[in-house]
């Protein structure tokens, strides 16, 4: 293995050279970060990689799919200008995409090579009649993309990986072209922002969701020959694929979703329409109020009676009933300190730290490399949940898992408690043993993509360079000097991990808690070990 | 009964639920503080001329916390003020007769023939958990118990009789008695427990009688462990007297079964994190340096001559520990032997 390796290895390290636009400034950059110290030798490594690399890159006209394979590699300031050419290009070549279905070719790029190569040869046949549903072919590879697919496959590996290969399934929407014409906009608007974490966290969707439904059904309309109790459940089921291809859907709102059925299902057919959808939304309203409003409220309430003066909390990522319970418990006069847990890729303390500050707590905000430190002074630990499982499994964002498990398992000390704020309508009857059967795979390019701090050793921009130039040019000297011209994005030493053979990249978005890790879970229905949660279950959806 | 003293002393002096529930529990050694607590509400309300629903919610909302307030120690009493609650409200919402339509009087009569029915039903449930936990007392096997409950008591004595059962269980009992030390105001009180002691030795069960300091020791010679408790709490585990959680701690560590006896009326809406989380105020850990101690000594000195400056003095044998859920094996009561886990469903079953 070790001869193979040394390639990849450097192939690793050159990418950051590899997308560079101007060949020109490739030596230089690598030559920046004293890590990549083999750099020098890795623009000629990489040559047998390049061309896999630069095929599809050197004919963006030549094809819209073709365009799909560059996009992988790119970063996102170059999607938007591939984009546009793609656009173009396909404006000029409407009529002979219409015939082939060609949408894809917008749809197609997330489709990793080893699902596009397979796809495609189930696609071919399909995009030769056009008349076939306009929904499923954007997912799949269009009829352009055979040959191109065929190649790429070959030379590439496959990047999922293999323990979660279950977990790939569909790549996530990037569009709404190719959205079936049933789906309402606000759902059509609700499902990119869900996708891109705009609209984040098990109630935001939940409530979102139910918001979104609420105008569906307002803006529906019993088509003659069927029942609304009938033909609304079905309508509504377009919607939630738009959805669930956009992210996959959260337990709570699957089980909000199961409720509107359940709702519908059990109106009258012969309620007249303006009065059952009447009823309807007032149904929406009543649950967001009754299991999500004023459940934080409670719950919130009687977390914080938790909180007494002294305490050090620690909380992970940035869950709203968390917040909500620490600003409570802060309103009550408690004097206690809050320690954030945060990791990448969503930074989702960032924001609970500066409400928290803003409001006058105490915070104090780290990653999770920094637990061990942060749990040291902790004395209790405050979580949010996604869900929570039938056999008492915590299942929530990566890394919660870690907090917990560090907070009891603390050496040499007393074990902290850990308490989980949840609503019931996160409870479900599935049953996790593992984070592996069950979870969410984000797409790994956010891994790849962060924004580097501004480094001092670096030459500051030609353009900005005027004034700062003389102190800037002492301080950087002794370190290797290089002009910053490759795009910031392409600084990431894993930008194109796709072409770099032996590399695979993950991004997990949940991971499951076991219950020994939990001591109480707080519930508007009060707080429960979590052995009580199938219980508590039960007899809230029995209600 | 108290109930017909302070029917006479009613009219002259507001009804005092303290003192009433004080007068109960001295009256009736067989007491325990949550059927004491109702049986005070009972009375409150016998003599509380409300006539309406809400009346008589918020005057018992009222006194419970005017109770919990005055007692030191009220895990134990608000198991009982709870459930009176939640039963009072089950049975108003019923429909019917009894329910919100229904007559109010005829209602309140209702009420209270139940409650003494409750009451009642509470005291038998001591018998039916004997009858559970005998099956736990093994022939030739040695118990090791402590405190002074009585459920505990009635098991051994229900095991070790002749007459109760099938045939008598012969078993030894090792008892933990814990140090009169603390029980200053009054010293020649025996330790609690004591009295057990001698009904099981008058019932031929050897007992031997250790302090607190040798549970580790005798723990080898022990093959299970059973205690009573005051509160069993929403995590499956139980609020008990001082020195209970060490037991259960060194239990665990030799690996002897832990059994903790209670009734069902002992369930109580309360989930403590730690022993400093009990909605209770102890102050066992007292810290003083000398300086401390000689001013202490100082203010004594003119009024209290009698209180010996002993350094557990401010030591209350009153006080109270918590024993997590994972340290319980079971739990025998008379709803069935549970496991810590199912208490909060229990509970959960109660109170929706």
């Known amino acids: 293995m070790a001869t193979p390796a040394d390639p990849s290895l450097n192939t690793t390290s050159s990418p950051p050279a590899a997308p560079t636009p101007a060949p020109a400034s490739e030596p230089p950059a690598a030559m920046e970060a004293p890590s990549q110290a083999q750099a020098p030798k890795a623009p000629k490594a990489p040559k047998p990689a390049k061309p896999a690399k630069q095929a599809p890159k050197d004919k963006p006209a030549a094809s819209a799919p073709a365009d799909a394979q560059g996009d992988e590699k790119l970063s996102p300031a170059e999607l938007k200008k591939k984009a546009k050419a793609e656009k173009a290009a396909r404006r000029a070549r409407e009529k002979a995409e219409r015939e082939q279905g060609a949408p894809g070719g917008g749809q197609g790029p997330n489709t990793p090579a080893g699902k596009k190569g397979g796809s495609g040869d189930a696609g071919a046949p399909a995009a030769g009649s056009a008349a076939k549903g306009q929904k499923q072919i954007p997912r799949r590879g269009s009829a352009q993309a055979v040959p191109q697919a065929e190649e790429v496959k070959k030379k590439k590996e496959n990047k999922n990986v293999a323990v979660f290969g279950h977990l790939y399934g569909q790549q996530r929407r990037n569009t709404v072209a190719g959205a079936g014409k049933e789906v309402h906009p606000a759902v059509l608007a609700l499902g990119l922002q869900m996708r891109d974490y705009v609209v984040c966290g098990s109630s935001a969707r939940c409530v979102a969701t139910l918001l979104a439904f609420k105008r569906v059904i307002e803006a529906y309309t019993t088509p003659k020959g069927t029942s609304l109790a009938r033909h609304l459940t079905t309508h509504l089921s377009h919607q939630i694929t738009y959805l669930s291809t956009c992210r996959p859907l959260s337990i709570s709102q699957g089980n909000a979703i199961r409720a509107l059925k359940l709702a519908i299902s059990s109106i009258d057919p012969s309620v007249p329409e303006a009065q059952a959808k009447t009823t309807l939304c007032e149904f929406i309203d009543s649950f967001i109020r009754e299991k999500i409003t004023v459940a934080d409220q409670v719950i919130a309430g009687s977390a914080a009676q938790k909180i007494k003066d002294g305490d050090v909390v620690v909380t992970f990522a940035g869950s709203s009933i968390v917040k909500q319970t620490l600003l409570t418990a802060f309103k009550q006069g408690k004097k206690f300190r809050v320690s954030i847990i945060d990791s990448r890729p969503l930074f989702e303390g960032k924001n609970l730290a500066r409400t928290l500050a803003n409001a006058g707590l105490e915070v104090q905000y780290s990653l999770i490399s920094g637990l061990s430190h942060a749990v040291k002074d902790a004395t209790k630990v405050f979580l949010g949940a996604h869900a929570m499982t039938s056999n008492g499994r915590l299942y929530s964002r990566v890394g919660t898992a870690l907090v917990a498990m560090s907070a009891k398992e603390r050496a040499g000390g007393v074990e902290i408690p850990v308490i989980v704020c949840c609503e019931t309508v996160k409870f479900t009857d599935r049953v996790a043993l593992d984070s592996i059967v069950v979870n969410e795979i984000a797409d790994a390019d956010e891994l790849v993509l962060t924004q580097p701090p501004h480094q001092l050793t670096d030459l500051p921009d030609p353009a900005a360079a005027a004034q700062p130039e003389p102190k800037k040019g002492g301080k950087s000297a002794p370190s290797n000097p290089t002009p910053e011209s490759a795009p910031k994005s392409s600084d990431s030493p894993l930008a194109d991990w796709r072409d770099t053979p032996n590399l695979q990249l993950l991004n997990l978005l949940y991971d499951a808690t076991p219950a020994e890790y939990v001591d109480m879970v707080v519930t508007e229905m009060g707080s429960l070990p979590p052995s009580a949660v199938p219980i508590v279950h039960r007899m809230s959806t029995n209600l | ?352």
Do not use: C
């Open chain 2, 1 to 352: 009964m108290a109930a017909p003293n302070s029917q006479i002393t009613k009219p002259s002096e507001p009804f005092d639920i303290v003192a009433t529930y004080n007068d109960l529990l001295r009256s009736d050694p067989d007491l325990t503080m949550p059927i004491a607590a109702i049986e005070a509400l009972v009375l409150l309300l016998t003599h509380s001329p409300s006539s309406t629903i809400s009346e008589t919610l918020d005057l018992l909302e009222k006194s419970t916390t005017h109770l919990k307030k005055s007692i030191p120690n009220p895990i134990g009493l608000s198991a009982g003020t709870d459930l009176f609650q939640r039963y009072l409200i089950t049975t108003l919402q019923r429909p019917g007769q009894l329910g919100p339509a229904g007559d109010f009087n005829a209602i309140r009569a209702h009420l209270l023939s139940n409650s003494r029915l409750f009451i009642r039903r509470a005291k038998e449930s001591r018998d039916k958990i004997a009858g559970f936990g005998r099956g736990f007392v093994r022939d030739g096997s040695t118990v090791l118990t402590n405190g002074g409950s009585r459920v505990v008591a009635s098991l051994l004595q229900q095991a070790a009789d002749e007459k109760g059962g099938p045939s008598a269980v012969r078993f030894r009992v090792i008892y933990v008695l814990s140090s009169p030390k603390g029980d200053i105001e009054n010293p020649t009180a025996e330790p609690e427990g004591m009295e057990t002691v001698r009904a099981l030795r008058a019932k031929g069960v050897p007992v031997a009688t250790i302090p607190e300091s040798a549970v580790a020791y005798s723990l080898g010679k022990a093959d299970v462990v059973i205690v009573g408790a005051e509160g069993v709490v929403e995590n499956g585990g139980i609020v008990s007297r001082m020195g209970t959680y060490q037991i259960g701690l060194l239990a665990k560590a030799m690996g002897k079964p832990f059994y903790v006896v209670a009734e069902s009326h002992k369930f109580v809406r309360v989930y403590p994190l730690g022993q400093y989380d009990l909605p209770i105020e102890q102050h066992v850990i007292d810290f003083k340096t000398q300086e401390d101690v000689d001013s202490a000594k100082q203010q004594q000195r003119p009024t209290d001559v009698p209180k010996s400056p002993s350094l557990n003095s401010e030591f209350d044998a009153d006080s109270v520990d918590f024993t997590p859920p994972h340290l319980i094996s079971a739990l025998i009561t008379d709803s069935g032997v549970l496991t810590p886990s199912a208490v909060s469903e229990e509970l959960i079953k109660i109170w929706f």
